[in-house]
């Protein structure tokens, strides 16, 4: 626009013109990556929530049943325990993550020769599907051939070989080592980014004061790192409560469908037995559980004071 | 990253608790930790077969062989059906998300006209909606345009599932582009579309193999999507033959052929990370601290 009104000879019309040509040339560059969403995503979610209250099977007759598959989820025994199984889950696996990946992050900050390879080092599993990173571990895991039981054997941790992803008593531990591994790396930069944002004066200042390294971590660091912790635990809630890869592969949901989570469970319903009603239902569910665990961590980020 | 240009002050690291050796020893420890599982599946891909699957296991293979990829051809359509069907998702995927992004972050960047914000906040706001949550729909549009189990309709899929976080770092990079610059390719004569293609196209190439490498990895690793969208088995990709691996035949899981298919897919991951770890961590950094 700066360049039509620097010629002063342009009539208003022809600048109109212009005008109506650059808001239409704006919008045509843009249309693509709308319709897209429209069609993959905004359909979609606006269909979720017109199946979920219909009986709708994948082949035959689909009929309006209102809010008969809400109060279906209430009384599915296998639901609550999705629920209870996933949330547990997040409980254990989030402070395992913060805490690895807090002193990760303090560890690839420190001034050393070769601390860029440490950094590659760590991050590199976050690269590999989640997926692929299942079938690995079912593999380390196995009590036959598995490199984990051969491990702690020769150290005489345990005396036999563990089944791990079969025994009740062992298969969370051995399912958040994996996810762990796969995924502390990314937790570990985004805590990185945050620390290399605090500006050295400040402990500068504090150890003039006579701050101890324990305390200039608990009173300049962690606070000015309450953004960047409420970002990474936002990201981290919603990754661990929408599992699905991790139980499906390492454990098909078992031992006695003791692992399946909330998104196994829509998975089961939806493309199993085909209540594709029911699994939008499910999903509908989880988008507010979703909403509600994500407003309430946003509330950390708000009331934080700008530095 | 700033990472490496910063002179911290030791004083104020961890530094002052542990000893410089030690904390090379913590250090090294730790990585190995982290490298070991993927180093170990390597070796063991290129095992003799028996020697994958012994127990207690080896580290370093007696030998070096291929046969474990061989067997993998034993699954389904054969390993090259797979791979040729994972890369070609992931090719799709990321001519597809950075065309889109391109032009869709070019124009919210430089235009304005009416619903613009309308239509950013739309794209954005996918990013805070799981996809999880709207696989059955999807499945039940793709099968009425008759696009599942094939490569392009699993492509689509993962292209706008990538527009999010594409039209976000390219609309930021073109902002950062001074117009100054396009002004001059108007006067020139340009019109907005060889000036994007002519001019911008070299400038923001950054942002634009940033949007490439997420497209890639996220269509290469992809899991449940096209666990539901590929139903027929000579469609599967890569993860998914490898579930099928991991459930053996007759009960019997072919170890070796598992350690094999893992070490194929794997591989694209780390050597297009460990090339362009650069701008992968710029879109880390972009996508994260600004979102």
Not at chain 2, 6 to 35: D, E, H, W
Not at chain 2, 104 to 121: I, M
Not at chain 2, 163 to 170: A, H, S
């Given at each position: 626009?700066?360049?039509?009104?620097?010629?002063?000879?342009?009539?208003?019309?022809?600048?109109?013109?212009?005008?109506?040509?650059?808001?239409?040339?704006?919008l045509l560059f843009v249309l693509p990556a709308s319709i897209f969403t429209i069609i993959f995503f905004i359909i979609p979610l606006i269909m979720t929530m017109f199946m979920s209250l219909h009986n709708w099977p994948l082949i035959g007759e689909r009929s309006y049943t209102g809010l008969e598959n809400y109060s279906r989820l209430l009384s599915d025994q296998q639901f609550w325990d999705s629920l209870a199984f996933t949330t547990r889950y997040t409980l254990l696996i989030t402070p395992i993550i913060f805490i690895l990946a807090f002193i990760l992050a303090q560890l690839v900050n420190l001034p050393?020769?070769?601390?860029?390879?440490?950094?590659?080092?760590?991050?590199?599993?976050?690269?590999?599907?989640?997926?692929?990173?299942?079938?690995?571990?079912?593999?380390?895991?196995?009590?036959?051939?598995?490199?984990?039981?051969?491990?702690?054997?020769?150290?005489?941790?345990?005396?036999?070989?563990?089944?791990?992803?079969?025994?009740?008593?062992?298969?969370?531990?051995?399912?958040?080592?994996?996810?762990?591994?796969?995924?502390?790396?990314?937790?570990?930069?985004?805590?990185?980014?945050g620390m290399q944002a605090i500006p050295d004066e400040l402990y500068d200042a504090a150890m003039v004061d006579g701050a101890g390294y324990l305390a200039r971590i608990r009173y300049i660091m962690l606070p000015l790192l309450r953004r960047t912790f409420a970002l990474a635990l936002i990201l981290s809630v919603i990754g661990s409560y929408l599992g699905f890869d991790q139980f499906f592969i390492m454990t098909r949901g078992g031992p006695q469908n003791s692992t399946i989570s909330v998104v196994y469970w829509i998975y089961t319903n939806s493309f199993t037995y085909f209540k594709m009603g029911y699994?939008?239902?499910?999903?509908?569910?989880?988008?507010?559980?979703?909403?509600?665990?994500?407003?309430?961590?946003?509330?950390?980020?708000?009331?934080?004071?700008?530095? | 990253?700033?990472?490496?240009?910063?002179?911290?002050?030791?004083?104020?690291?961890?530094?002052?608790?542990?000893?410089?050796?030690?904390?090379?020893?913590?250090?090294?420890?730790?990585?190995?930790?982290?490298?070991?599982?993927?180093?170990?599946?390597?070796?063991?891909?290129?095992?003799?077969?028996?020697?994958?699957?012994?127990?207690?296991?080896?580290?370093?293979?007696?030998?070096?062989?291929?046969?474990?990829?061989?067997?993998?051809?034993?699954?389904?359509?054969?390993?090259?059906?797979?791979?040729?069907?994972?890369?070609?998702?992931?090719?799709?995927?990321?001519?597809?998300?950075?065309?889109?992004?391109?032009?869709?972050?070019?124009?919210?960047?430089?235009?304005?006209?009416?619903?613009?914000?309308?239509?950013?906040?739309?794209?954005?706001?996918?990013?805070?909606?799981?996809?999880?949550?709207?696989?059955?729909?999807?499945?039940?549009?793709?099968?009425?345009?008759?696009?599942?189990?094939?490569?392009?309709?699993?492509?689509?899929?993962?292209?706008?599932?990538?527009?999010?976080?594409?039209?976000?770092?390219?609309?930021?990079?073109?902002?950062?582009?001074?117009?100054?610059?396009?002004?001059?390719?108007?006067?020139?004569?340009?019109?907005?579309?060889?000036?994007?293609?002519?001019?911008?196209?070299?400038?923001?190439?950054?942002?634009?193999?940033?949007?490439?490498?997420?497209?890639?990895?996220?269509?290469?690793?992809?899991?449940?999507?096209?666990?539901?969208?590929?139903?027929?088995?000579?469609?599967?990709?890569?993860?998914?033959?490898?579930?099928?691996?991991?459930?053996?035949?007759?009960?019997?899981?072919?170890?070796?052929?598992?350690?094999?298919?893992?070490?194929?897919?794997?591989?694209?991951?780390?050597?297009?990370?460990?090339?362009?770890?650069?701008?992968?961590?710029?879109?880390?950094?972009?996508?994260?601290?600004?979102?």
């Amino acid at each position: 626009m700066t360049a039509i009104t620097s010629e002063p000879r342009i009539s208003k019309v022809e600048m109109a013109r212009q005008r109506f040509r650059k808001q239409y040339t704006g919008l045509l560059f843009v249309l693509p990556a709308s319709i897209f969403t429209i069609i993959f995503f905004i359909i979609p979610l606006i269909m979720t929530m017109f199946m979920s209250l219909h009986n709708w099977p994948l082949i035959g007759e689909r009929s309006y049943t209102g809010l008969e598959n809400y109060s279906r989820l209430l009384s599915d025994q296998q639901f609550w325990d999705s629920l209870a199984f996933t949330t547990r889950y997040t409980l254990l696996i989030t402070p395992i993550i913060f805490i690895l990946a807090f002193i990760l992050a303090q560890l690839v900050n420190l001034p050393l020769r070769g601390v860029g390879f440490f950094r590659t080092a760590y991050f590199l599993p976050v690269v590999i599907g989640l997926g692929t990173s299942s079938l690995l571990w079912v593999w380390l895991l196995n009590d036959r051939i598995g490199l984990f039981n051969a491990l702690l054997l020769s150290l005489g941790i345990i005396e036999r070989p563990i089944v791990w992803l079969a025994d009740p008593q062992y298969v969370m531990p051995a399912i958040i080592v994996s996810v762990v591994w796969k995924t502390v790396g990314f937790t570990m930069i985004l805590l990185l980014t945050g620390m290399q944002a605090i500006p050295d004066e400040l402990y500068d200042a504090a150890m003039v004061d006579g701050a101890g390294y324990l305390a200039r971590i608990r009173y300049i660091m962690l606070p000015l790192l309450r953004r960047t912790f409420a970002l990474a635990l936002i990201l981290s809630v919603i990754g661990s409560y929408l599992g699905f890869d991790q139980f499906f592969i390492m454990t098909r949901g078992g031992p006695q469908n003791s692992t399946i989570s909330v998104v196994y469970w829509i998975y089961t319903n939806s493309f199993t037995y085909f209540k594709m009603g029911y699994g939008a239902a499910l999903s509908i569910v989880l988008l507010v559980i979703l909403a509600i665990l994500s407003v309430i961590q946003l509330r950390l980020l708000r009331d934080e004071t700008e530095f | 990253m700033s990472a490496a240009t910063t002179t911290p002050n030791p004083q104020n690291r961890a530094g002052m608790l542990l000893s410089k050796g030690a904390l090379y020893v913590i250090c090294t420890v730790l990585a190995l930790l982290f490298l070991f599982p993927i180093a170990w599946t390597f070796m063991s891909s290129v095992k003799p077969p028996a020697e994958a699957s012994a127990s207690p296991p080896t580290f370093l293979p007696s030998r070096v062989t291929f046969d474990n990829y061989f067997k993998l051809n034993d699954y389904g359509a054969g390993v090259q059906q797979y791979l040729f069907n994972s890369v070609g998702v992931a090719v799709m995927t990321v001519i597809g998300t950075i065309v889109l992004s391109t032009l869709a972050g070019f124009g919210f960047s430089r235009f304005s006209f009416r619903g613009k914000n309308v239509l950013f906040v739309m794209i954005l706001a996918t990013l805070m909606i799981p996809f999880q949550s709207i696989l059955i729909p999807l499945f039940l549009i793709l099968t009425n345009l008759k696009l599942h189990n094939t490569l392009f309709g699993l492509a689509l899929v993962y292209i706008t599932f990538q527009l999010p976080f594409g039209v976000f770092i390219m609309r930021n990079t073109f902002d950062t582009v001074p117009r100054e610059i396009e002004e001059a390719a108007l006067l020139d004569g340009c019109s907005s579309l060889t000036m994007l293609y002519r001019v911008m196209l070299t400038i923001v190439r950054p942002g634009i193999i940033t949007v490439g490498i997420y497209a890639f990895l996220n269509a290469w690793n992809e899991f449940l999507a096209a666990l539901i969208f590929m139903t027929r088995e000579s469609m599967f990709t890569l993860p998914i033959l490898l579930v099928t691996v991991r459930s053996g035949y007759y009960g019997a899981i072919d170890w070796g052929a598992l350690q094999a298919g893992v070490t194929i897919t794997i591989i694209p991951c780390v050597v297009i990370f460990l090339l362009l770890q650069r701008y992968y961590m710029r879109g880390l950094m972009g996508g994260a601290l600004k979102g």
